[in-house]
């Protein structure tokens, strides 16, 4: 009698073992830090050693500026975010598929100082901060769709 329940329980769990396995484009999207807002889950608030600002001139020219993003305050996120994603804007029609990698690095690492530091912000600002890093996602999806159909 034990193990015939023992039995119905594990094979009442196989469909969210399965689930639990596979995983979502989301989730990847959150290990790349290319997600954020949501609060972290303790593997994805380790911190990360911060890459000096003057080492990446793609990142420079994102954010139109020389910035050392570790060093960056709450208050000035909203507008690094929207510069990114106005060079963005202006630029994608040109971006080859590396160019776009680069700025997904960029804005991955724009992301994870956002999560540091995303509490000092009011909500207004923290949607700002989430409708940009949406349109940056739909834009290279466009991208994507456009180049399979060519």
């Known amino acids: 009698m034990k193990s015939a329940s023992l039995f119905f329980l594990l094979l009442a769990g196989l469909p969210l073992a399965g689930r639990a396995q596979t995983g979502t484009p989301q989730d990847e999207l959150l290990r790349r830090g290319e997600l954020t807002g949501a609060r972290p889950s303790a593997a994805l608030a380790r911190p990360r050693a911060a890459r000096p ?4 001139p793609v990142q420079q020219h994102l954010l139109s ?22 060079t963005t804007r202006d630029e994608r029609r040109a971006w080859t598929a590396q160019q776009w990698d680069a700025a997904g690095q960029v804005l991955a690492r724009l992301n994870q100082r956002y999560e540091q530091v995303r509490t000092e912000l009011p909500l207004e600002e923290r949607l700002r901060i989430r409708s940009f890093q949406g349109e940056f996602h739909t834009l290279r999806g466009a991208r994507d769709v456009k180049e399979k159909l060519d």
Do not use: G, K, T
Not at 53 to 56: I, L, P, R, T, Y
């Open 65 to 86: 500026s020389d910035v050392n993003l570790a060093q960056v305050s709450a208050h000035q996120m909203p507008d690094l975010y929207e510069r990114f994603i106005a």
């Open 53 to 56: 600002a003057a080492s990446d």
